[in-house]
């Protein structure tokens, strides 16, 4: 099965970007549904944004316009271009993948903080 590692968090000030990335091994990146979540602590993980095999992505509300997904087949690659950042966008990022017939995750990376202050 796939393995995912995330890269690219870091301290940003408001307005600020950041790109994150997720690094897939074991298998390809164009085989999955692959979606960037994000926890903050004492709430619920909240899905940010998410792309299909065929690259079709969407995005939460909070983060349209600002946040683009994308695939790097070449890297095989998940990344995430963060624009215009907010405080509201501070938590830990993680990347997710599976088929997407299924309808849930199953392979999750470790996680990349992000704090926006």
């Known amino acids: 099965h796939v393995q995912l590692v995330e890269s690219g968090g870091g301290s940003v000030q408001v307005g600020g970007s950041l790109r994150l990335s997720c690094v897939a091994s074991?298998?390809?990146?164009?085989?999955?549904?692959m979606g960037w979540f994000r926890q903050i602590p004492d709430r619920e993980r909240e899905g940010v944004a998410g792309?299909?095999?065929?690259?079709?992505?969407s995005y939460a509300d909070s983060v349209k316009g600002r946040f683009t997904i994308s695939k790097d087949t070449a890297k095989n690659t998940l990344n995430l271009q963060m624009n215009n950042l907010e405080p509201e966008d501070t938590g830990m990022y993680y990347c997710?993948?599976?088929?997407?017939?299924?309808?849930?995750?199953?392979?999750w990376g470790q996680g990349t903080q992000v704090t926006v202050s």
């Open positions: 997710a993948a599976d088929f997407c017939d299924l309808d849930e995750y199953r392979y």
């Open positions: 074991g298998d390809t990146v164009g085989r999955y549904c």
């Open positions: 792309i299909e095999s065929d690259g079709s992505a």
